[in-house]
């Protein structure tokens, strides 16, 4: 059986497993809609949160990120910026937040600051945060679709938003939480099973974490090997090259740590758990879910790249012929994310550090995940088995992302601000009308230039950085907390975020309206834009606390509100109000 | 019943900020400001501050995440039978 026609019955029968257990698991409630009930078991949870997290960054991107881009070591700031942010979710805001027990987390925002101002700005961040993040998803599944359909990119992408507008509309709470479940269990079987291959043919070891730290057939040890290798080519030591600067390591990290914990697709998974103490434990099984994949990644990453350096010069000096290309190097050619050109003449295919003379003029961070087990020769089943897992990812965070989008429109701006009169079942139509559009301006938005996309993942998790994290952690840690302080904090925290990175990137990302002028690029103490979330957040809790210490306390009511969420007695499932 | 409240809340707040403080000094410190010097130390082929900000640093997020939630639980308990 051919490739393609085993990725379509791998890919097609995955797909038709999410719609039938989206259609078995169908909401009948509001409460079902938003936060399936409040029925969730605090391990599924965890797994259905570690597919809603996972997205196409973490599947496709992340190990090509780790091993390319970032040149080994420095990729450590994905790997901890985007596993620590659990801790800071399961001891700051995940308990509280779910005894709060309502159904997203504007709504949390408008009741505690006793303010639609504050929550129409929660939601605006919120749909801002979540919205770039749906890009990604979106050009992830493009990538995919591209590859195994052998289409452009423009019909990858349109195929996969036809498949995210089905999935929309069926989706809700109830029966995303149950499809993500399936997701996980292909996701992780798709990224686990090449990577032992791989660590199996390498070093002999099974495990891809032990693997990383094992020897070679011939006795040294991968990760020295590797570092001999690129050193060689004149590519920065494998095991040290770090990210900028360390202090830009460190910010960077810190960002995407505190990104993540304020990502309002993450915190809703924890409303669906029965108790507090749920909401605990589960946000401890979603990081062992998660860390699976987390601690694989490394491995695939510095030996998918060893791989492919041996493929393209098998000892030194004895380069590949281009003629004598393998398969899946012209199966990338075609979707113009691999591409080579002879610039000396003679046939060979020369990669190395060098811009001048390097000839493999483009290698995509994404490509590294999807055709790692071509290049590690893997039988025809496993390659079908990784673009379903990598769909798997995509599709799940969209999911979750469209359903954050959707209830924050729906329930807090229709419900909650405009029409607080609407029934049941017109906030529910809402909701679904409302996950259409956002599908149709994510996919119009994918269609843009990819750095309009790569641009946005930094404005995601600054947002969530610098609004979103800030504003929930004083509203339970620091009672005084008021709303002018919550609206200048998330305001202050916002503006020096977009600032820098407007300033770098172009407002909006429109590259020709950049204003760094004459200052130089990460002249903030050399921090780069994508890191930046952490100082917004700084500034955030800076301005927050001096405008709250100035203006009135906040009302009786809301203290002991804020009391009454620090305990967890009397947690009852999540309700309306 | 107030005072109880307070007391569980300190509790629980400063069990955070102990276990913050490890949550801060392994990955940030041991992993990023130090890794260079740890490298020097080896475990199996993995330099030491690599293997903490790529491997050892995720595995000990699961920890503390569960070590939070059984205390948590214990102080559940302790102030008045939990939920």
Redesign the interface.
């Known amino acids: 059986m051919s490739l393609q026609m085993l990725t379509y019955i791998v890919v097609g029968f995955t797909f038709a497993l999410y719609i039938g257990i989206a259609i078995w698991a169908r909401a009948g409630s509001t409460k079902e809609f938003y936060v399936a009930g409040g029925g969730i078991h605090p391990v599924s949870n965890g797994m259905a949160t570690a597919a809603d997290w996972m997205s196409a960054a973490s599947f496709i991107s992340m190990a090509g990120l780790i091993g390319f881009s970032y040149q080994g070591?420095g990729?450590?700031v994905f790997?901890?910026g985007w596993?620590?942010g659990?801790?800071l979710l399961?001891?700051?805001l995940a308990?509280y937040l779910r005894k709060f027990g309502k159904f997203t987390v504007p709504e949390f925002v408008g009741d505690r600051y006793y303010s639609n101002a504050a929550r129409i700005v929660a939601v605006i961040c919120l749909i801002i945060a979540s919205v770039t993040y749906v890009i990604g998803q979106m050009k992830g599944i493009g990538v995919a679709f591209s590859r195994f359909l052998e289409t452009s990119y423009e019909t990858g992408l349109t195929a996969g938003m036809v498949i995210v507008f089905i999935y929309a509309v069926l989706g809700d709470m109830k029966g995303i939480t149950y499809t993500q479940i399936a997701q996980y269990v292909v996701l992780i079987f798709a990224y686990t099973i090449p990577a032992i291959f791989i660590s199996l043919n390498l070093t002999g070891n099974p495990f891809p974490?032990?693997g990383?730290?094992?020897?070679l057939a011939d006795g040294t040890?991968?990760?020295?090997k590797l570092n001999q290798t690129v050193t060689e080519l004149g590519f920065a030591e494998y095991?040290?090259s770090t990210r900028g600067s360390?202090l830009n390591?460190?910010v960077y990290?810190?960002s995407l740590m505190i990104g993540t914990a304020g990502l309002p697709h993450v915190i809703i998974r924890f409303f669906t758990v029965p108790?507090?103490?749920d909401a605990?434990?589960s946000?401890?099984w979603a990081?062992?879910f998660i860390?699976i994949l987390?601690?694989t990644a490394?491995a695939v990453a510095a030996m998918a790249r060893l791989n492919l350096m041996d493929t393209i010069e098998p000892t030194p000096g004895n380069y590949l012929a281009y003629d004598e290309r393998p398969q899946w190097f012209k199966n990338w050619e075609k979707t113009g994310l691999l591409k080579y050109e002879d610039k000396n003449g003679d046939g060979l295919i020369q990669y190395s550090a060098d811009k001048a003379t390097n000839e493999m003029v483009k290698v995509d961070n994404d490509i590294l995940v999807l055709a790692n087990p071509e290049i590690a020769k893997l039988p025809n089943w496993v390659i079908a088995l990784v673009a379903a897992g990598g769909l798997a990812a995509a599709l799940s965070t969209a999911a979750g992302l469209l359903l954050a989008i959707s209830s924050a429109i729906s329930h807090d701006l229709l419900k909650g601000v405009i029409r607080p009169d609407i029934s049941e079942k017109g906030e529910l139509q809402a909701s679904r009308i409302a996950m259409a559009f956002t599908v149709l301006l994510a996919g119009y938005l994918g269609f843009n230039p990819p750095d309009f996309a790569e641009g946005t993942v930094a404005l995601a998790f600054g947002l969530a950085a610098s609004s979103i994290f800030p504003v929930l952690m004083l509203g339970i840690?620091y009672k005084r907390m008021n709303t002018q302080g919550a609206i200048a904090g998330m305001l202050a925290g916002i503006g020096v975020t977009l600032f820098y990175v407007f300033q770098h990137k172009g407002i909006m990302f429109i590259k020709s309206t950049a204003f760094l002028g004459d200052m130089s690029p990460n002249w903030f103490l050399g921090i780069e834009p994508n890191a930046f979330g952490a100082v917004g957040a700084l500034v955030n809790f800076a301005v927050a606390i001096a405008v709250a210490k100035m203006t009135a306390e906040p009302p009786k009511e809301i203290q002991d509100l804020v009391?009454d969420i620090?305990?967890?007695?009397?947690?009852g499932s999540a309700v309306a109000h | 019943m107030k005072n109880n409240a307070e007391a569980y809340w300190k509790a629980n707040v400063s069990l955070i900020v102990k276990l913050l403080v490890i949550w801060f000094v392994v990955p940030f410190l041991g992993g990023i400001v130090f890794a260079d010097a740890l490298n020097s130390i080896q475990l199996g082929g993995y330099p030491l501050g690599f293997w903490i900000a790529q491997q050892g640093s995720i595995y000990l997020f699961v920890v503390l995440i569960f070590y939070y939630a059984k205390k948590m639980a214990e102080l559940d308990d302790q102030y008045g039978g939990g939920e």
């Open positions: 070591y990729g450590s790997l901890l596993t620590g659990y801790v399961a001891m700051c308990p974490q032990l990383l730290g094992s020897t040890y991968v990760l020295d095991t040290t360390t390591m460190f990290t810190l108790s507090v103490k605990r434990r946000a401890g990081l062992v860390a987390y601690t490394p840690f009391d620090r305990s967890p007695h009397g947690a």
